[in-house]
Each structure stands twice: as C-alpha cells, then as structure tokens.
C-alpha cells in the first residue's frame, strides 16, 4: 500500500509544505556519504585490497598473497559483524534507515520523480541515476581489480571489466528506480538478517501522545516497510506482518522497523497546525509495562494563537 505512489504522494507533499529538508534527511545522507567514502578509500589507499586480474593484493600498503590479504581481513570483518548484530539487536535496523546506500538512492529517486515535468529534468534524474550508480559499482569494482587492468590488461580483461562495469551499473540504476524501498519491504537479505537479529530492541518508534493523534493515518500511508506506526511497541500477532517477499509471517514490529524516521516526519507535519506534542516520536523506549497501546479519544483542537 504505501510503497510506491501513494508514499511518495504524501512525503513530496510534506516535503513542499515544510519548505525544508527535515533533519532525518540531513543525518541519512551525512551518514551515508560517510560511510561510502570511508569504504571507498580502502582500496585507493591500499589499505585492503583483492586484485583477482595480476594478483597484486593489498593490506596496509604493503603487497601481499591472496591468503594473507584474506587472513587480515577477517578479523576487521568478523568485528563489524560483531557490531552490526550489536547494534541490531539493543537498537534495530538504524543501518538500513540512515547507511545503506541502496536505500538513500532509492530516497533520492523518488525525489527526482516527483520534480519531473520537463525533459530537462528527466534528463537530470536519468543521468543522476546512471552517475551514482557507476559510482557505487566502481567502488566494488576496485575491491576486487586493479583498474591498470585498462591500461596494461589483454583484450579479454579489459572486455570483461568494462562488462562488469556497465551491467553492474544498468542493472543497479534500475534497481534504484525501479524497485526503489520495494526491494528493502520485500527481497533485501541483508534486511531478513538484521530482522531476526532484533525482534524486541531497547528503540525505535513510540506512540507517546496518543491523545494528540488527530487520526490522519498519513504515518500509516508513509512507512516504507507497510507497518503501523502507531502500534509498533507492540508484537502480538494482531500486529504483525503478513509474509511478503522473502520475509516470512512472524516477524515482530520491532525488527521489521528501519527507523527511517517517514512516519516521525509526517507526524510532525500533519500535526504541526495544532497546539499539542507531537504524538509519534523516535528514539528509546519506556519500559514494556509503561507503554500505552493506541486508544485514541478525539482529536486536539487548534492552538488559540
């Protein structure tokens, strides 16, 4: 229901109203980029990387054989794995909302969608869309190949890295436009892991002013990953998902959530003209026994001023 147009109807629309960027977005793309170019200079700087083209394997700046390369980088790897079920266990799937790549260009395709009109601006999505996603298969790209394969490689290398290149960039630019948060709510195995790892976790989104909510369901139309919102403490099975994708049936509130922080924003938004808190909020969570489930009464009034 909420992947796709009816979603991005909604969070364009706030987006326009507000006539900023919300802080959520601000934090996703510093976050991300970060965190992209961190990985992009491990192999530029040889501090980590695999050459499968003339065996030149890096680690450290030093060239080394393929099995010492993979020694050295297993533990830097079982670490951040280590990590990574840490932080998805006490505090949810904060690495799928505010890290992945994938899921910040998908972000950054609905944005050029909904400003389409003209064919100028069609040609910027399509170009934007084709440069970020050469941009993230080069980084993988040179994990694994030194790029003076271009220069100093047969015919045959040279054929088969620019094949990996172009397909790696077509199939992920149409990924991102195509699929979008479609594939994050249905097929994303990385995201089926990081569920499992945290079905109940210390954070994530609370209803805390129940008695504000003015009823809109414009949260509910905004979660990319087809939640309610306003029922995410609780994972009886009335408030489970179904089975979508990969993802099976059973999996709580709590690990499904992204902590994208869509469902705050609209929120914020829908609720903005009324003198009351915001009723949804992100961040720690009141113990079990002090969470109130949704009873919702009536809507606030408007603010005097």
Known sequence: MPIGKIREK??????KARGSIHRYTWWRWIIGCAFTIGVALLPILDILRFDLWSGR????GEQVDIVAAAKAFAFPFLAVNILIVVVSRFFGRYLCGYM???GSLARLAEWFRWREGTGKSRLLRFSSMIGVSL??????FSFWVDWRVFVEGSALAVNLSSAFLILGTAVLAWAIDRLGLTFCHDWCPSGIYFAILGPKTSNGVEFAHPDACIECDVCDKACPIDLLPREMEFDDEAHERPASGLYPDGMTNHGL????GDCVVACEAMTAPYDTPVPLRMGFLPPEDERVRPG??????????
């Open 57 to 60: 394997h890096m680690w450290m």
């Open 135 to 140: 941009l993230l298969t080069a980084i993988t």
């Open 100 to 102: 992945c790549p994938y």
């Open 10 to 15: 909604v969070l364009f629309g706030i987006g």
């Open 296 to 305: 919702l009464e009536s809507a606030p009034t408007t603010s005097s001023d």
């Open 257 to 260: 959530c992204i902590r994208c």
